[in-house]
């Protein structure tokens, strides 16, 4: 450095600080109007109609989304009980017998490219497979494509809570003569089990804000879900049409169930998060 | 004793077959949509279906030239926008900020991350577009607000998330004693995070915006919502674009019908889904070496 007043370097490292504080308050000022929009508009549509009616026909005052919660309460709970176990295994394979080898990395590798992949070709994906061969979209098709998303998010936070697990829990249950499974299923799942639900529920609010994919598999309906095999009505799809149709009072019943899907999805992160440090400390 | 023996197979096997399902899922989905892509490949050249700007279904004409351009400027846009401020803000939070500051950055980003995508789309409508139509008037270009910059400016909020904290993630990996090093030297912060931290983690920082890149480029329902969707080459931001995702989703309902239109539409997804994948593999080929130098 030729340079010797320090001056300036000074103010280049003030000015550097101030900026990217700056860029910093900007991300948490659009999180702040995001959330700002959603709970005015939205509050203003919930009523008790909302959460106990089906929809209206367009243009008719009123109506609710009770099929659409109902429809998507089910098709995310079969798409946790679908993608969480073998998510799950994937997970405990990676952590506790894969961990340094060369196929784990390339399995590794490959969740986590399965992670990115845009949830509109998982759709596409399954409508070729569930939706193109029977001719109808149905609740099931939904749920499968959900769980697929989920897989890679589960085998990833399952993989990364096992790790923590100390090596000296596992190796004394090995010395006392347990089997592997045995220990995996008792003393690493036991360790590591807030950790896991954290990652459950992580992944379920991944699912449950999805819309891209249920375009194609379970697709809408007016009606209540009566049938897996049948196009559910759920919440996600239901603002999307709602919010490009040209009715004020569907336009608001959007913005109302925004707020429901927003605040479940924020609810779940939070609670995971404090699972996450709980499991940490 | 054998029992015991047995079960411990068997979980051994299934745990196998679970990973083995999640680790061809990715190729079976590449496979899938190839096979259903082949009738359209069959009839056209792939070189003519990308560079033909002519999109009539119903003549059977599927050109995806004006889809391709729509996707790439959209995400371009999005990061000119995102990346300089979100380099800006992940260095203000691994460098200046204090820890409790920095923890509490992380629920912000979480949060941030978990807003399902037709909630921007719909923040999209209400706010951003409005706001980027009375900005074009100004200019004095007519347009309705459904344009490639509304795209844009949604895209851009979305892949924050992504990009901060994996550079948070990135600059943190460097190691305290290579900054304390610097700065006993008696050098500003500024002076060691450039000499030292973002040296050290240029390729880290790169394979952020790369996925980033990757987030904006397969995003469907927010950026449909508000980029116009009209299949033209757009002249300039203030013209509506029409992605390669939005095109997927909104010929859902036809696509059984017209003939080819549903292989037209594999095809699509599938470029989609190379062009992704790609930039995940250097993306995570980047992060993984960087985990192994530490």
Redesign the interface.
């Known amino acids: 450095m030729i340079e010797r007043n320090?001056a300036p370097?000074?103010i280049?490292?003030l000015l550097?600080?101030v900026?990217?504080?700056?860029?910093?308050l900007?991300?948490?000022f659009?999180?702040g109007?995001?959330l700002l929009?959603?709970v005015q508009?939205g509050s203003a549509a919930i009523n008790w109609e909302f959460f106990t009616a089906l929809p209206a026909p367009p243009g008719i005052e009123g109506g609710g989304v009770a099929n659409a919660l109902v429809g998507t309460l089910i098709i995310t709970i079969i798409a946790t009980v679908l993608g969480v176990?073998?998510?799950a295994?994937?997970g405990?394979?990676?952590s506790e017998?894969?961990r340094s080898t060369r196929f784990g990395?390339?399995?590794r590798?490959?969740?986590?490219?399965?992670m990115?992949?845009?949830?509109?070709?998982?759709g596409?994906?399954v409508?070729?497979?569930l939706v193109?061969p029977v001719?109808h979209f149905s609740g099931y098709a939904g749920a499968v494509s959900l769980a697929?998303i989920m897989?890679?998010v589960v085998?990833r936070t399952t993989e990364d809570m096992l790790t923590l697990v100390p090596n000296a829990l596992r190796e004394s249950a090995l010395a006392l003569g347990a089997?592997?499974?045995?220990v995996?299923?008792n003393v690493v799942f036991r360790a590591a089990k807030s950790g896991m639900i954290t990652g459950t529920l992580l992944a379920v609010?991944?699912i449950?804000?999805?819309?891209?994919p249920l375009?194609?598999t379970a697709l809408n309906s007016p009606f209540w879900p009566e049938s897996l095999a049948q196009p559910m009505a759920n919440l996600?799809v239901t603002?999307?049409n709602y919010?490009?149709s040209p009715f004020a009072v569907w336009q608001q019943i959007?913005?109302g169930a925004?707020l429901i899907?927003?605040a479940a999805?924020?609810a779940?992160?939070?609670l995971a998060?404090v699972g996450m440090s709980g499991g940490r400390k | 004793m054998k029992r015991?023996?047995a079960?411990?197979t068997?979980?051994?096997w299934?745990?196998?077959?679970?990973?083995l399902?999640?680790?061809l899922?990715?190729f079976?989905?590449a496979l899938?949509?190839l096979y259903?892509a082949r009738p359209i490949l069959a009839s056209k050249s792939l070189g003519h279906l990308l560079t033909s700007s002519s999109w009539h279904p119903l003549k059977g004409e599927f050109g995806f030239y004006p889809f391709i351009v729509g996707t790439v400027e959209a995400t371009l846009l999005s990061m000119v926008l995102a990346v300089?401020?979100?380099l800006?803000?992940a260095?203000?939070?691994a460098e200046?900020?204090p820890r409790r500051l920095r923890e509490s950055?992380h629920?912000?980003?979480?949060?941030?991350a978990?807003?399902?995508?037709?909630?921007?789309?719909?923040?999209g409508?209400?706010?951003v577009v409005p706001i980027v139509r009375e900005i074009g008037l100004a200019l004095g270009k007519q347009n309705t607000g459904y344009t490639l910059l509304s795209g844009g400016v949604i895209l851009a909020?979305m892949v924050?998330?992504v990009i901060?904290s994996v550079t948070m993630e990135v600059l943190r990996s460097v190691p305290a004693e290579a900054r304390e090093t610097a700065l006993a030297l008696g050098?500003?912060?500024?002076?060691a995070?450039k000499h030292v931290v973002l040296r050290h983690s240029m390729h880290g920082v790169l394979s952020a915006i790369v996925?980033g890149f990757?987030?904006a480029?397969?995003?469907?329902?927010a950026v449909m919502?508000v980029i116009g969707n009209v299949a033209r080459i757009p002249r300039s931001v203030f013209d509506p674009a029409y992605p390669l995702?939005a095109l997927?989703?909104n010929n859902?309902g036809e696509m059984?019908s017209v003939p080819l239109y549903?292989s037209a539409?594999?095809l699509a997804?599938l470029i989609?889904?190379l062009v992704?994948?790609g930039?995940?593999?250097v993306a995570?080929v980047i992060l993984?070496r960087i985990e192994k130098r530490w």
């Open positions: 320090a370097r000074k280049v490292d550097v600080k900026l990217s504080s700056f860029a910093a900007i991300g948490i659009f999180l109007w995001i929009v959603v508009k176990p073998i998510g295994l994937a405990v394979y990676l017998f894969g990395a390339l399995v590798f490959n969740i986590n490219v399965l990115g992949v845009p949830s509109i070709i998982v596409l994906f409508y070729t497979m193109k001719q697929i897989l890679p085998a089997p592997r499974w045995k995996t299923l609010a991944r449950s804000g999805e819309t891209a375009l194609f996600t603002i999307f919010a490009m959007a913005w925004s899907i927003m999805v924020l779940l992160n939070l998060r | 015991r023996m079960k411990d068997l979980t051994g299934s745990m196998k077959a679970a990973v399902f999640a680790n899922l990715v079976l989905v899938g949509l259903k300089p401020m979100c800006l803000a260095i203000y939070l200046y900020a950055a629920i912000v980003i979480d949060l941030m978990g807003i399902p995508s037709v909630i921007y789309g719909l923040f409508i209400i706010v909020i924050a998330p901060i050098i500003t912060r500024w002076a995070i996925l990757a987030r480029f397969g995003e469907t329902i919502m995702p997927i989703a859902y059984m549903d539409l594999m997804a989609l889904l992704v994948g930039f995940h593999l995570h993984y």
